[in-house]
């Protein structure tokens, strides 16, 4: 579990309760009428620029990317090393009732092992990694558009108090609760876009990136198996995507 | 009918509405001055950069995006899927009279049928592609450069009403009302802007990244057929740009 | 004649100027320091980052822009298919007495009665292309400069005066009047900038988009001329390029 | 010399202190250590973010910007086509003792004379121009960081200001000065900025780019020699890097 | 030791506290609730959008960038021109001892002399060089979200401080040191985010494009070497990546 995003997320979030509960009153920062508009605004924007199922699957992509991890890519490369191994010794149909674990590696495998071309190998798995980009990114839209739109809703919102302060002004006395209850929407907006969406937004992204890596490591991998190289050197070529420090041989990094 | 995007938007500006009534009177956020400064600044800043048929277009497209849907790609894959049995009994020919329902498809399908070579076939399509994108993202760019122009010109008319206001500042009490209606300006820039022109921005290009995934299945469709590609592996490879949940074998996702 | 340009530069203009007058009086709007250091800044800082004549180069074509018409797309393609008609009956060499019109046609068609390959009057227009995209590149960048630096020429005169404002505040009285002449630089900034400027741009850039069109289209046409091919199906390669409801046969645009 | 350039860059400066001088009193816009912390601070901020030479070496090309110009176009093409005439006559050998005048171009002769291959030498120019490019970008992303720093820097200053006017704000008639010297690190920040580093560093772009246009027409013209192609040829096919206006030949621009 | 980036980063906060000072109590200026809140907010949003392992790795890597320097590429290239010497002369495996002491060419060497092919040793060489790059551009990333969450940070406490002032603003003598405390978040924000986050983030961006340029030269050495050129060959084409005032020998750049 990727825990650390969300201490990240509590981590921020408290430091900023934290620092009100510090001055005052924590619920003089609370207003229904301030988190509604900027909230329920923001996520109906997001419904204007984008189908419902996609904001909702954004959303449930969100929420994984915060409890499970990716496998880590050592182990795949070892494990497409004990498959080439194995290929090697006794030809690629026998690991045909190999249980092989990486849903994407078994796709490549099983199409060498019904006998589609090398071109056409390479041509399926990299439609399948463009359009497993193509698809993550359309979550990532949804985060990026919530992070700009929040504060415009903020704003709004802001004006909106700001308006009717300006236009009721004849006791001063009220001037400065109204206008701090005005700035409630702007810091509102400011929370839901820079602490909140930004972060899980580029959290997607980075994981998206993982996830390409570990794919172009497996198309790799499937690639150097059914041209039959050498088990050892397919090992060296995959061991190139992993940072230096991380390879089980001590190579140092060039420069 | 796409019936989210007008959940969105009409949701969007009743929060503001409601904001608005909660805390006093709609009407005071109603001055025609200003909203002709901005709607019509935006609009006419919108004809100078771009020929009036180009806007007039970039709208209609906009209500059209609104109000139908593109088939999903799933029937497409169906459809390629079953005429390319059918080419495979009987030949290409064989598909002069079916009615086939997709006019890109259709296009292509005729050409392979009229005898072109299959890079004739690939370039046609491909500059149909990108003469679709072309004028798509020509439409976009309209909604993209009033999401810009739209707060800019309600600061102009913002700044007008300050600068009126501040030199005739000598009844302190007409400050108040005066500032409130030099904002409104604003206020409804960044409504233009941020919960209407963005989000439909977005909206098309999301609908114009949609289409061209239409196109390229129909595209690889196509060139499979003509090359006498098996069906099954046709399926096979046109299935691997739909998301894996989309798929109807269950197969699982790399990563 | 491009009207609409004129209508959109000219009506935004009016729109402020009437929303003032409603204010009050439009003189208070004239500051001619402010507008020597909005306007005359923003030229002296374009001086400093690009040569006189392209400055001047870039406000000339700016001025065309408004006044001329590109030809359009469907002439062109009629014309290359009349020609290619002619060249097919009596051979290219009967081209060449015949007048043109289109000059970047004119010089295809010169280079293949030449006897050029077709590789090299291929990069030869190719490179035509490229170099006017990059003189137009470099007369829009002028104006996107210029839609940049305008308002921070703005804010730096609304610093001069809050400045002056500031030290000499002995007298409320005239607070407000200083701080009206202050806020009007940043006003002529934000006009400069986005009323003027940046339309102006983007319309320079959609005109480039245009010519690259017409003359990717005539490039695909003397290709296809070159190589002899059938005038029908230069035709219907060069209506791709066209949007679906220009096109005189009415094909159905895919989706 | 370019003396346009430093028109711009004298005349900016001169209007805004013309600006100031008409207001009042010059001296009051002189703040020694609000100079300090925005000259300073962006200049520290530029060492932390680059070597110390890098920063040197930005300055003294900028300043070399200043003062002289590439050579024309024109004469270059020129030059080249004497030079290919010579050597279709008596062979590259007889271009041995010629003065060539263009380092680049007499680098790439020399090769030719030495017996390179034309891949050979297009391998060596194209990377003397990516070097070429890659170093000038560096010298450009220094006054580009100094461009978005010096507001920073701006801020800060002023931000220091506020706080401490604020914290002892007892006396009311101090107020408007102690804000006033406040503002002035942002008023600095914003010279440095819109009107010092970024059109130095657009300036220095706009060289770059020139500078690349001579050394592909440079490339142009040396592969076209190495293949013995006909001098009229090689210039029709340089003048195509040359607007239509600058070309010797009344030729018309396509369009 | 790069000792330019200390003297950067250790000057500009040394200028900002010497223009603290010299306006009065350095102490007003340190408020540790506002220190947490920026500091630990933003350092708390990199977690959730980055794993704890990357974020510790970027700024180890900016520790490290302070710390030592690059090798120079001129030592590089005369290594790399000794060592096609010694191969030309003796073969590739006289290498096989040699100390080659840039672990990146010896990577490359090591597989030539195990007899890889051209092809392969360039695809682990590219391989290697551009998982250098994706690992420092995602410790880039992380400097650069900080640099634009640090301001956002500032603005959060700012507004929590605005809030509670304007909810008690009866005692007028409160106001400007309450807001003195707000204002100092946003100066903290600016300082992280324009002085420490911003500058750090581009250092690194630098050192990654001259790693790759050393790589680059490496890469282009091996293949020379391999292929058996000339070693006075190799040092010409080598010395192209090096600015001309480097150089050895005295070539003037082409212009």
């Known amino acids: 579990m990727d825990i650390a995003t969300l201490i990240g997320l509590g981590g921020a979030l408290a430091m900023i309760v ?8 924590l619920l003089a920062f609370v207003n229904i009428p301030s988190i509604i508009i900027v909230l329920g605004g923001t996520l109906m924007c997001a419904l204007t620029m984008q189908r419902l199922h996609v904001v909702l699957g ?22 497409i090393v004990t498959l080439s191994v194995r290929a090697r010794k006794d030809g690629m ?12 590696l078994a796709k490549g495998i099983r199409m060498a092992i019904d006998g589609s071309t090398p071109e056409t190998i390479k041509a399926v798995l ?9 698809r993550h990114e359309r979550g990532q839209a949804v985060f990026k558009f ?14 909106i108090g700001l308006v009717q302060m300006l236009r009721t002004m004849n006791d001063p006395s009220t001037i400065g609760p109204a ?16 602490v909140v969406c930004g972060p899980i937004a580029r959290k997607l992204e980075n994981r998206t ?7 172009r490591i497996t198309l790799s991998g499937v690639m150097a198996m059914v041209s039959g190289e050498n088990p050892r ?23």
């Open 18 to 25: 934290g620092a009100i509960m510090m001055g005052g009153d």
């Open 58 to 79: 954004a959303i449930k992509v969100a929420a994984k990317a915060f409890t499970d991890n990716l496998d880590p890519a050592e182990d795949l490369i070892e494990r």
């Open 93 to 104: 149909l026998a690991l045909e009732r190999e249980p092989i674990g990486y849903p994407f």
């Open 126 to 134: 990299a439609t399948e990694m463009a359009s497993m980009r193509a």
């Open 179 to 194: 206008m701090a209850v005005a700035l409630l929407t702007t810091f509102y907006g400011a929370i839901l876009a820079f």
């Open 209 to 215: 990136s993982e996830e390409s890596t570990l794919m």
């Open 146 to 159: 919530m992070e700009s739109t929040a504060p415009a809703m903020g704003l709004i919102g802001t004006l």
């Open 233 to 255: 050197s397919i090992r060296e070529q995959l061991l190139c995507f992993l940072a230096p420090e991380l390879r089980p041989t001590d190579e140092e990094e060039g420069g």
